[in-house]
């Protein structure tokens, strides 16, 4: 397997996930963001398989790209499909280049936790 076909397979659990999760928080109605633990889980993931078919960097820069996948697609799938994201004042859950930055180094910062972990 090779590092195109991790990111791949990464880029398409997260969006599974991201559109059960938000149809699920409306149904059941709890709150979307909950489910962010999911998300740590399934970049731990990609950083270890990634890793594994190629290296430590290659593994934490993996997470970084499913980070900034999940900021653009994530948010688009949950705000579609109508995910229950109570309003907090002061917080703006649109994308924007602040929220794909962020989402890049909370991605690779996942990565590199969970390489020190379990890598």
């Not at 399934?42 to 934490?60: D, P, W």
């Not at 859950?93 to 936790?113: R, T």
Request: net charge positive.
């Amino acid at each position: 397997m090779n590092i195109i076909l991790v990111l791949l397979t990464g880029f398409l659990v997260v969006a599974i996930f991201d559109a059960i999760g938000a149809i699920l928080s409306r149904v059941l109605n709890f709150n979307y963001a909950i489910l962010t633990i999911g998300s740590i889980i399934i970049y731990g993931l990609v950083a270890i398989y990634s890793a594994k078919v190629s290296n430590t960097i290659t593994g934490i820069m993996s997470c970084g790209i499913l980070g900034v996948f999940d900021a653009i697609f994530g948010s688009l799938i949950s705000k579609k499909l109508k995910a229950k994201i109570p309003k907090i004042e002061g917080v703006d859950f649109e994308i924007s280049h602040k929220l794909i930055i962020s989402m890049f180094f909370f991605g690779c910062l996942i990565g590199l936790i969970t390489l020190n972990i379990f890598g």
